[in-house]
């Protein structure tokens, strides 16, 4: 039923969470993984708005980068061990735009997505960029809840 999963992290405690519940959805047929970072261009429009250095924010962006690519592959060598084929792509712009825009290129059969990002602002029943991507996609949506326990 979901062949192909889209997996948008920004490496919260909660996209973890949803990770493990893409694990499980290999068991119901599930073969392919496409993870997803975008480097928030909120955060780079912030960096320039402080007259930082050009430089210093392409350093900065190559460092998130570099993060980025070395989380995604941990969770790569995770996902193959249990069978799965994974595709990584790092982005940079509003997460969730390029989250739809991805859904649109890649046609996953679902997204799964953590509830609430690193920031936990936003809405206050749902983060921001999971709010948009449920109302905007086009694909079915698995919202993974963060912990409420304490």
């Not at 249990?82 to 969730?96: A, M, R």
């Amino acid at each position: 039923m979901f062949n192909k999963i889209l997996y948008p992290t920004d490496f919260s405690d909660v996209a973890a969470k949803a990770l493990d519940y893409i694990k499980q959805l290999k068991e119901a047929g599930s073969q392919e993984v496409v993870i997803l970072h975008v480097i928030n261009q909120r955060i780079i429009d912030g960096l320039m708005r402080h007259a930082i250095l050009e430089s210093d924010i392409e350093n900065w962006r190559n460092k998130a980068r570099e993060v980025a690519d070395e989380s995604m592959a941990e969770m790569r060598r995770d996902l193959e061990a249990v069978g799965f084929k994974v595709t990584c792509l790092v982005k940079t712009g509003f997460p969730w735009q390029k989250i739809l825009a991805v859904e649109e290129a890649e046609s996953p059969s679902v997204i799964v997505i953590g509830s609430h990002g690193r920031t936990n602002l936003g809405e206050v029943l749902l983060g921001s960029v999971s709010d948009r991507v449920i109302r905007k996609c086009r694909r079915p949506v698995l919202v993974v809840k963060r912990d409420t326990t304490v």
